[in-house]
């Protein structure tokens, strides 16, 4: 999707069309781009980017702030859009994915035909730009999809991949960021053809195991399928503070709200998780973690809070900058509960307050599904209010 949070919010107030436009934090609260439209990208403002910095190039630039639940909703009927074509659908992200029609075409045309009623069908029921790329492999699918943003449509052939490759920066090989790009620079590679003309062998040498990786890319070479469920290995969710935060109460609060935001994504999603892992951040920006495993997985907030104020505890008590937690050993919810051997159970069974948590979870996502998250929270997350 074209700069998607952008153009959602675009969409939804047109008044926004053809103005610089970012998603993102307040710049007086060490906010984050998320997201820019093509208006302001033309003046540098790109995501990752702090706002402060975005104001600094473009000072007329128009800050929303997020609104998830909106993205997420327009996600799943973009998704919905793909899973009419083929079951075998990859999602990368909230506004991302792979596609493999091998074998659709019979019902629905060449691969070409089927990326552009795709992009039809998402304009037409969600208002939004999409850019596809068709090609043989992941990688080169990928890259056909950035060529000619925004409203792209690229279609790569067999026979045209060694010439399409051989001019372009390394840069853009899957998976060669910025260091790996300057260290291949020093080697004196400029282009993927560059790499090409080498031999595995060479490149093995010089860069070890991710020399073979390069060395099939810039080929056009790429042997990963199109996974449906990817497995996901962690989950989690951290924020800078606005100021450095020293209150243990008011960190305990921030705390609570990860966990039962965390807690919510992971049912979401069908998943659950033993290990929890707490991040900190100093003033001075050392950062430290702090982890725990637990007998058996959850995706209750109330237990992830539980281990993660513990682990809070375990963190000097100086003023932190950023606080986060993880939720790392994920698991299917359709799974079954690991028992231990010999009639062990009660050891690792999941308690009975857990279960009736788990129940209560159940209603509460309900409510927040039909009405949105404030619909329902932990009374401890709320600012304390002082009566004069």
Known sequence: MDAFYASIEIRDDPSLAGRPVAVGGAADKRGVIAAASYA???????????????????????????????????????????QRFTPLVEPLSLDEA?????????????AESIGMRIKHEILRETGLVASIGVAPTKFLAKLASDMDKPDGFRVIRAEEVATLLA????????GVGERTAKRLERLGYRTIGDLAARSRE??????????????ELARGVDPRRVTPRRTE????????????????????????????????????????GRTITLKARFSDFETITRSKTLDFATHLGARLYSV?????????????????VQVSGL??????????????????????????????????????????????????????????
């Open 202 to 215: 060479q490149l093995e040498r010089e860069l070890g195991t991710l020399g073979g990786w390069i060395h």
């Open 331 to 388: 698991e299917d919810v359709r799974a079954p509960l690991q028992q231990t051997l010999f009639g062990e159970a009660e050891s690792v069974a999941v308690p009975e307050r857990d279960q009736r948590l788990e129940r209560i979870a159940v209603g509460l996502d309900k409510l927040r599904d039909k009405y949105g998250a404030a619909a329902a929270r932990p009374a401890s997350t709320l600012a304390p209010v002082v009566e004069r």
């Open 40 to 82: 302001a990208r033309t003046f540098g403002v790109r995501s990752a980017m702090s706002t402060a910095r975005a104001f600094a190039l473009c000072p007329q630039l128009v800050l929303i702030a997020p609104h998830f639940d909106k993205y997420t909703r327009d996600s799943r009927r973009i998704m919905s859009v793909f």
């Open 308 to 324: 993660a104020r513990e682990l809070l505890d375990r963190v000097p008590e100086q003023p932190l900058r950023l606080l986060g």
């Open 167 to 174: 001019p372009l920066p390394i840069g853009r090989i899957h």
């Open 233 to 272: 290995k962690s989950h989690g969710m951290e924020r800078t503070f606005e100021q450095d935060v020293a209150s243990r109460d008011e960190l305990r609060r921030h705390l609570l709200e990860y966990c039962e935001e965390v807690a919510y994504e992971l049912r979401h999603r069908g998943l659950r």
């Open 98 to 110: 792979y596609l493999d029609v091998a074998g659709c075409e019979r019902l629905f045309g060449s």
